[in-house]
């Protein structure tokens, strides 16, 4: 097949942060209910999708100890595949995957990588289901696909799937320091020193413990138990300004005003911590490419 703009496309894949996370609770069935804020930022993997003349789908490069069947993005491609819009088209593609975001560093990589790939093949393959339809495909995937599907920062409640779009929110420039650890969100979440009682806030209190560095992250000291990279990473950190983790690790992340003054920190770090400078963002890059910056 012949490369056409109809027929390939190559789509970011933003990483996000939780800019806060209070755990409130946990039901019956084991989930815990939740508060957080994401946002995105400018930086993160890059797909790149070919149509197929045929039903297949390829993945390259493969990725180490994970099968191609157990990849996210693979698995989003299945899950439209198997969508009844689907029937009678062709919807094969070949998808080449540019990993920059470390795995295990709760920058959502994986998520963002799923749902890059609902959002492109929904448009190649002319599926035309709406972000609400491939929100409601994506959760089954993962807990934090519709918030990259739908593609805004936004406050997130219950365990994660009730949100509400923040357009206005402050987009800072970010440190993003990534430790050589990798953190498990299973362990984390089942650890009996997580805290599970953390005041619920409404969303407008939250809004402005995040402007007065009074929110915080609620897995960040069973992390760091866990993990002493992840700790030893946020003492760094601490040392220029109020240090957060995200998700649940390993990456930990400061804010600032401006790039320059994220410049001026990061040349202090030491030369073997990776990490990286970005700017936040209110609308995910995949947004920003496949629907105009709107």
């Known amino acids: 097949m012949t490369n056409t703009p109809s027929n390939w496309i190559t789509v970011p894949a933003p990483a996000k942060l939780n800019l806060m996370l209070h755990i ?112 409601v495909i994506g959760v089954k995937l993962g807990a934090d696909v519709p918030v990259f599907i739908k593609g805004q920062a936004c406050w997130a409640e219950g365990v994660g799937e009730l949100i509400t779009p923040l357009p206005d929110l402050a987009e800072n420039w970010f440190l993003v320091a990534c430790p050589n650890a990798h953190s498990d969100t299973k362990e984390i979440f089942s650890h009996k020193e997580l805290t599970r009682d953390s005041e619920i806030l409404n969303m407008r209190h939250a809004l402005e413990g995040q402007a007065a560095n009074t929110v915080r992250n609620d897995c960040q000291l069973v992390a760091s138990k866990l993990n002493p990279e992840i700790g030893k990473t946020l003492n760094l950190l601490n040392k220029f300004g109020s240090a957060k983790m995200t998700g649940t690790g390993a990456c930990v992340f400061l804010s600032f005003a401006s790039e320059n003054k994220a410049t001026i920190v990061a040349s202090k770090l030491p030369a073997e911590l990776n990490a990286f400078i970005a700017k936040g963002t209110n609308l995910s890059s995949a947004h920003k490419v496949l629907f105009g910056s709107v």
Not at 44 to 49: A, C, K, N, T
């Open 24 to 135: 409130t609770g946990q039901r019956s069935d084991g989930y815990h209910e939740l508060q957080t804020i994401f946002q995105f930022v400018d930086h993160g993997d890059e797909l790149s999708f070919r149509l197929r003349d045929d039903n297949k789908l390829t993945l390259s490069p493969a990725v180490d100890g994970v099968n191609f069947e157990d990849n996210l993005i693979t698995k989003a491609a299945r899950s439209l595949q198997n969508h009844p819009q689907a029937k009678d088209k062709v919807c094969g593609a070949d998808i080449t995957l540019e990993k920059i975001l470390p795995m295990g560093g709760g920058l959502g990589g994986g998520s963002s990588n799923a749902a890059t790939t609902m959002l492109a093949l929904n448009k190649l393959w002319q599926l035309d289901l709406s972000l609400e339809e491939l929100a």
